[in-house]
């Protein structure tokens, strides 16, 4: 079963942020937080992944909270193609591969 | 665009055939993970492979099996296919041996079983 939980579905106004909550409150220490988000009947892609300290790139921002059981993952200017399903995934690096388990996302809709 | 490219991209097969669908990783990856995503649910881990061997597993039965071939490119097979196999199939392929490395994801291939 995955280990985060996340809203099924959320609006955004075109321009405006999104800001995306996941929860993870039985993330383990060596944890970390990783966001995908799949268009329609494409491959996931890859957003960004943070352990413990905010994280920024030039696709979006994650917050994580001090005790690590929630993060939020922020689209500073929301576009049509940013309408997609996102997914918050907690894993252990170095474990020999790459072992994910995905919950259902949340499928973001912006609108114009 | 990621490196990873899978082929067929779409395939239609009858209950009861076999299946063979092929990855191959990003330049520099030596592992691959595979995955079955049903209609309007979320990627579901199938195996894994690194330095040619499976070395995880999720709730898929035997006849679901891989190989991954010495250029660390993968294949996946299915036997005896039901109807509820049809899906997108994606593989993934990551680096070992890095921290928190991040997996790239293929455009997968959707299977229909009829």
């Known amino acids: 079963d995955a280990k985060t939980t996340q809203p099924t579905s959320m609006d955004c106004a075109e321009g405006r942020a999104a800001n995306l909550p996941c929860n993870h409150s039985?993330?383990?220490?060596?944890?970390?937080v990783y966001w995908y988000r799949q268009i329609h009947s494409q491959g996931p892609q890859y957003i960004i992944h943070?352990?413990?300290n905010n994280e920024t790139n030039e696709m979006a921002s994650l917050i994580i909270t001090e005790d690590r059981k929630s993060s939020t993952l922020i689209l500073p200017h929301a576009t049509l193609r940013d309408t997609a399903v996102y997914y918050c995934i907690v894993r252990v690096s170095g474990t020999g591969g790459f072992k994910t388990i995905f919950g259902a996302g949340t499928r973001l809709f912006v609108k114009a | 665009e990621t490196g990873v490219t899978q082929s067929p991209t779409h395939l239609i097969k009858t209950r009861g055939q076999q299946v063979t669908l092929r990855c191959s990783s990003q330049?520099?990856?030596?592992?691959v993970s595979w995955y079955q995503q049903a209609l309007g649910q979320g990627p579901q881990f199938i195996f894994q492979y690194y330095r040619e061997e499976e070395n995880g597993r999720g709730n898929f039965p035997p006849r679901f099996s891989g190989l991954q071939f010495p250029n660390y490119s993968s294949e996946l097979n299915v036997n005896a296919l039901e109807l509820d196999d049809s899906a997108l199939y994606l593989c993934a392929s990551s680096l070992v041996g890095g921290m928190n490395t991040e997996a790239f994801f293929g455009q997968g291939t959707r299977l229909t079983v009829v």
């Open positions: 330049s520099g990856h030596n592992t």
């Open positions: 039985t993330i383990s220490g060596n944890e970390y």
């Open positions: 943070g352990l413990k």
